[in-house]
């Protein structure tokens, strides 16, 4: 019987530790970066075309334009995402667009907010991407889940970073 009241304890905190996650970190941020051997006119130019998504994104089944400004903020696209067996669709939203510095991108998936703030740089020939990423969710549950898949999070961002330096390097 001691045994059982210590094992319900343990999970009581394991529970109480889980839910108040979710009370105290209101978004997942995170920074990751990737250095690209092209001028920054070229990479933000191939980075922001339509066309180019799907050869660094390999899961995205299809992009289209839902609303396209000539000012490129406030534009608004969806794409549908492979996620193992079935589809995805994400809104994405144009939030800020400064030429040759930087891309805001607002992204809604199912209860996932997420945030992706792209800033370029230029140094010597070599451009820097760095994302600043924040995610959060309109589900506790998925808040409360967020803070302790942030790693696989910037993996995923850094992957795609990586695909598209090998892409436009190539």
């Known amino acids: 019987m001691k045994s059982v009241k210590i094992i319900l304890g343990i999970i009581s905190v394991f529970i109480v530790v889980f839910f108040s ?14 250095s690209v051997n092209k001028p920054i006119i070229d990479v933000f130019a191939a980075f922001n075309n339509l066309e180019n998504k799907i050869k660094w994104i390999p899961e995205i089944q299809s992009y289209k334009v839902v609303n396209e400004n000539t000012g490129i903020t406030g534009s608004e696209y969806q794409m549908i995402i492979k996620n193992k ?55 506790y549950i998925l808040a409360c889940i ?10 995923q961002d850094l992957l795609y970073l990586t695909n598209f330096k090998a892409f436009i390097e190539q």
């Open 21 to 34: 996650t979710g009370l105290i970190i209101k978004e997942t941020n995170y920074i990751t970066q990737v």
């Open 85 to 139: 067996d079935h589809n995805v669709t994400i809104s994405e939203r144009i939030m800020a667009f400064v030429p040759n510095e930087k891309v805001t991108v607002f992204y809604i998936a199912d209860n996932i907010l997420k945030t992706n703030d792209y800033l370029f740089t230029e140094k010597n020939g070599v451009t820097n991407i760095i994302l600043n990423a924040t995610c959060s969710s309109d589900s």
């Open 146 to 155: 967020f803070p302790y898949f942030k790693n696989t999070f910037q993996e």
